[in-house]
């Protein structure tokens, strides 16, 4: 998994994310790199099958780095600076063209949950079907 980073983007600290951050690096690159081996030779064993194989192809392709580095990562166009719009997460891409809510599980639970719409203007108000206390 590529961990996001805090560097410098147009004069200020951001936290830059990758698009494919829950995929990247394949898998057979972080086993090759663990073995001392080449992907072919973990290929030729059947450790993963032909699907994991396509994944590190399209990883070597797309970005081969196993780690984010600001250098690299700054001129690719996947990567996504981490901001909050109307109040929600959001993946933005580094032109400010693209903006992706962040509504993944482990986010949205860290969000604050709105009950009804109850105010503090209505006092007294009870909703239907629930008990006083």
């Not at 690096?25 to 663990?34: G, K, N, R, T, V």
């Not at 699907?51 to 990562?73: A, F, H, T």
């Amino acid at each position: 998994m590529l961990r996001p980073i805090r560097t410098q983007h147009g004069g200020k600290d951001v936290v830059l994310v990758c698009l494919h951050w829950r995929t990247f690096p394949a898998a057979l690159a972080e086993i090759a790199q663990e073995q001392g081996v080449t992907p072919d030779q973990i290929r030729a064993k059947k450790i993963l099958g032909e699907d994991g194989y396509q994944r590190y192809l399209i990883w070597e392709r797309i970005c081969g780095q196993m780690e984010m580095k600001s250098e690299v990562c700054l001129k690719c166009e996947h990567a996504n600076t981490m901001e909050q719009r109307d109040y929600l997460p959001c993946l933005v891409s580094l032109d400010g063209k693209r903006v992706i809510p962040s509504t993944d599980l482990p986010t949205m639970d860290a969000l604050p949950r709105h009950r009804g719409h109850r105010s503090i203007h209505q006092g007294g108000v009870r909703r239907r079907g629930t008990r006083e206390r």
